[in-house]
Structures are given as structure tokens and as C-alpha cells.
């Protein structure tokens, strides 16, 4: 046994080498304005009291996660004052751009997805070798991590490894352990929150609903745990009366509906629907007033972007969400089955995505990593991750939008797609029909016709976004490739929510 778990430990080791030697060569590669987000984030938290954290307008991309990150934030400057003093100055620093400060911070996201790998390596122990073989792969060599963190640039997979390690200690049933660790990566993200329900009821139901003594003490526990997590994070702030302050940086609501970078999500629809009424209207002859926001402007900021349809409040998100999820918490609280979270949890996530507030197209790793878990559970659950976790990283294509990342991006979605290909294939060979005289392996992992054709789509919006629209249009309309990329990802990311409805319900 003890040999079996050091050649299980060799081997995600090799996985997560594999993974740092690609982060490595990534180093140089395009990244976004979240790196000088970050940046800027190691200077106010080194260089500023935690009084002035969340109020300081030095820069405009100002402190807007919860503490814990700020914390951590914090820790990283210490290091980053070493590497370079430049790197943590709040005025100096600003847009500071040289190999100190890529290489620190680089790395600094290399070294926290250990967290990652921990989260994989406790949820993944027990199982047996090819499934556990086959999460590694799909988590640890996920091309959108690589994508969102090791080029974009961001810390997803630290606050992944969080959630998997949650994750794990409530399939083990540590209820206790795994509320207070995603109650930690709550004041890490806040964004994590849209699985909070799920968690509320499966706690409530399968850890405090034993009898009313134990159960009373268990609700007590388990929310003095939570409390105690949420002092810890924002009791300086409350002390000092800046509460109000820190809330409101984190829930920006005024940033609008969506994103700047359309997530694929119901209110591409919504807003396609909206543009095409105001068209169709205004050639009517009705006097349709065009809003100020547009496609090219992904709908941020204050202004009213919708000229037909009723205007979307956070509220209404909100309702939305909370409605989409209501069946998984029926679920939850009538068979609490610790062998069912990891799905319940992804569910939650994708409700969270298609019907959020101003959701990020990132905001897919918080369903496609936990749905790598629930993908070696039966060859149906195969099927439908190999199409989503395709559509997902596809979505994050129009963040890498310079020539040179292009043949990147394009290869790790193709090998990604090799990888699950034959794994899923090992994975569920039908034993009974193999024809061992021709050297052959049937496989129960078969894709239908309606992914493959689905799937031959995300092809043909590919070269009409990158072939067809240049060379016929031209500048015109820069709209139309994100627009068409944003509605066909929709479209999976619609099926996937539906599929895995039909799954929690049957």
C-alpha cells in the first residue's frame, strides 16, 4: 500500500512538472491588465496602513477583492521587495514593466497552484489509478488555467485548490472541515459565493440535522467556525469602520450587466434580442433612442444599454440565479450523498455563470474544474465534460487576441482535446468487445452526432472570425467575431447547464 501511494505521489508529480515546464516557457507570453492589477495590489497593501487599503485612487485598478487576498497580497510584497523595490512602490511603479517584476509575479502564480495540486492530490487519493490518473490531467494540465492565469494572468488556480480541498473533506465526511475552508476562499473571492446555498443546505442537512441536542451543537460549531473565519478577514475593518467601504468595492454594481469580454452566457441573448427589436423597430418607423453602450463597449458602466427590453437590475441576477439553482438545493436536502457535492457544487457554478451579474468569461473554471471530477463517475458524465470543457476554453479565446498567442492557444485546446479523447476512451473500454486478434479496444466513450456536429461549429465560427470577417469586412464591424464567438459558446454552455439539470433531477 505504502508503495502504491509513493509512485501515486511520483506520478502527479510528474503531471504537475509537465505543467511548470509549459508555465515556464509561457513566462514572456501576452499578459493583461490584471498583471498591473495585481502589481498595483502588492504596492497599496506594502506601501499603505490597512486603514487606507480599500480607499486608495492611486491607480484605477483599485483594491476590489475580499481580505484574505489582500493578505496574501500582502505577503507576496515581501518577496517582491527583495526581487525589485520598484515593484511594491504605489507611485513609481505604476505600469512598471521590466523582467524583475514579469519573473516575480510569473512565478508567483507557478508557486501558489501547489495549493492546486494538494486540492487534487487529497481529492484524488482514494480513487483508483485510472481515474485518478485522468482528473490530474484534466485539472492540472487544463488549458484554461493556463490560458487565464500563466498568460492573462490571474491566481485561479490557488483558489481552485481551495475549493477542491473543500471539496474532498466533504466527500470524506469532514463536514466541519470542509465549511471552514470554503468559508476561507470566500474571503478570498467573494465570487465562490454563488455555491454558498449548496453549501447551507447540505451542511445543514447532513451535518446538523442529527437530532436536536447534537444537531443544535453541530449548528452552533459549524457556525461559530464561519463567524470566526469572517472576524478574522474583516474584523480590522469593521473595528475601524470601514466596512461600508470594503462592501462596496467588491460588489461594483455600477460596472453593468456584462463584462467588457461578453461571457457566454443567457444575457448574450438577452442583449442580441434587445439590438435586433430596436433595429427592426426603428426601420418601422418608431422613434427608438440607441443606448450608449454597444457591443464594443461589453455593456460596462452606468448607462442604460438596453433600448427594448425591460433593464436588468443586480436583483433580478440575483432571482435568476437563486431560481436555477432551487432544484440542486431540493436535492441536497432530501438525499445529502457526500459522493454527489462535487456535481451540486458545478451545477451551482454554471447557474451562477449563465445568469449572473456582470459574470467574466474566467468565471468558467469555476465549473469545469469540479465537473473534471464528476467526468470519471460514468461514461455519460465523459461525454458531456469532453464537449463543455471544449466550448469553455474556446470562450477564452478573444482574451488572447495579439498574432502571437494564437498558435498557443490553438494547440493547447487541441491537445487538451487529445487528452481527454484518450483517456475517456481507456478509461470506459468495454473489456467484453475487445477483438484482441486485431489489436483493437471498443470504447462506451462515443461522441453523438448532434456534439460532433456542434463541435464542427465551433470550427466554422473559428474561420469565420479569423478568415472570413478580415478579409471581407476588413475594420468594419470588430464587434461581429466577439459577438458570434459569445453566442455559439452560449449555446454549449446552455446545453451543459440543461444536461446536467436532467442529471441532478434523475
Known amino acids: 500500500m505504502e508503495h502504491r501511494e509513493n509512485k501515486d505521489r511520483r506520478l502527479l508529480l510528474w503531471f504537475f512538472a509537465v505543467a511548470t515546464a509549459v508555465k515556464l516557457l509561457l513566462i514572456p507570453s501576452y499578459r493583461s491588465t490584471d498583471f498591473e492589477v495585481h502589481r498595483n495590489w502588492l504596492a497599496i497593501t506594502h506601501s499603505l496602513p490597512l486603514t487606507e487599503w480599500y480607499f486608495d485612487e492611486t491607480s484605477q485598478w483599485t483594491l476590489d477583492y475580499p481580505p484574505f487576498f489582500a493578505y496574501f497580497e500582502r505577503f507576496l510584497s515581501v518577496f517582491a521587495l527583495l526581487v525589485d523595490p520598484r515593484i511594491v512602490d504605489l507611485q513609481s511603479g505604476i505600469d512598471y514593466g521590466a523582467e524583475s517584476v514579469i519573473y516575480f509575479q510569473r512565478i508567483s502564480v507557478i508557486v501558489s497552484d501547489l495549493c492546486l495540486l494538494y486540492g487534487v492530490y487529497r481529492l484524488t487519493r482514494k480513487l483508483e489509478p485510472m481515474k485518478r490518473n485522468l482528473i490530474c490531467a484534466l485539472v492540472i494540465w487544463s488549458p484554461g488555467l493556463l490560458i487565464v492565469d500563466h498568460i492573462h494572468f490571474q491566481y485561479n488556480g490557488f483558489l481552485l485548490g481551495w475549493l477542491l480541498l473543500s471539496i474532498s473533506f466533504l466527500q470524506e465526511g469532514r463536514d466541519l472541515l470542509g465549511g471552514f475552508l470554503f468559508a476561507v476562499l470566500l474571503c478570498f473571492k467573494h465570487l465562490f459565493a454563488v455555491a454558498a446555498p449548496v453549501y447551507f443546505v447540505y451542511l445543514l442537512r447532513h451535518y446538523c440535522w442529527s437530532g436536536l441536542v447534537t444537531g443544535f451543537r453541530r449548528l452552533v460549531t459549524i457556525g461559530a467556525v464561519v463567524v470566526a473565519v469572517f472576524v478574522a478577514a474583516y474584523g480590522p475593518f469593521i473595528y475601524h469602520g470601514q466596512i461600508q467601504q470594503v462592501i462596496s468595492r467588491m460588489f461594483p454594481f455600477g460596472r453593468g450587466l456584462c463584462h467588457a469580454y461578453w461571457a457566454p452566457n443567457f444575457w448574450v441573448f438577452y442583449i442580441i434580442l434587445d439590438k435586433g427589436l430596436a433595429f427592426l423597430l426603428r426601420k418601422l418607423g418608431f422613434d427608438i433612442q440607441i443606448p450608449s453602450a454597444s457591443f464594443t463597449g461589453g455593456l460596462v458602466g452606468n448607462s442604460s444599454p438596453f433600448a427594448v ?25 432530501k438525499k445529502p450523498q457526500p459522493g454527489l457535492v462535487a456535481r451540486w457544487i458545478a451545477y451551482a457554478y454554471t447557474c451562477g455563470f449563465l445568469f449572473g451579474w456582470h459574470v467574466h468569461e474566467k468565471a468558467s473554471l469555476h465549473f469545469i474544474i469540479p465537473l473534471a471530477i464528476v467526468a470519471v463517475q460514468s461514461v455519460e ?21 495579439e498574432p502571437q498567442e494564437y498558435p498557443i492557444k490553438v494547440l493547447l485546446l487541441l491537445l487538451h482535446s487529445m487528452v481527454m479523447w484518450l483517456g475517456f476512451t481507456a478509461q470506459y473500454a468495454d473489456n467484453k468487445a475487445q477483438k484482441k486478434e486485431r489489436g483493437e479496444i471498443k470504447s462506451k466513450f462515443k461522441i453523438g452526432c448532434i456534439e460532433k456536429s456542434y463541435l464542427m461549429g465551433l470550427f466554422i465560427v473559428e474561420m469565420v472570425s479569423q478568415l472570413l470577417h478580415p ?12 459577438m458570434l464567438i459569445s453566442t455559439y459558446c452560449t449555446v454549449g454552455i446552455m446545453y451543459s447547464w440543461i444536461w446536467q439539470l436532467r442529471r441532478i433531477l434523475t
Open 471 to 482: 478579409y471581407f469586412l476588413g475594420d468594419k464591424y470588430p464587434f461581429v467575431p466577439l
Open 309 to 333: 427590453l425591460p433593464q436588468i437590475t443586480p436583483l433580478t441576477t440575483f432571482a435568476m440565479v437563486l431560481l436555477a439553482i432551487s432544484p440542486c438545493l431540493v436535492k441536497a436536502w
Open 381 to 401: 458524465d465523459a461525454k458531456h465534460y469532453f464537449l463543455v470543457s471544449i466550448v469553455s476554453c474556446y470562450s477564452l479565446f478573444p482574451l488572447l487576441y
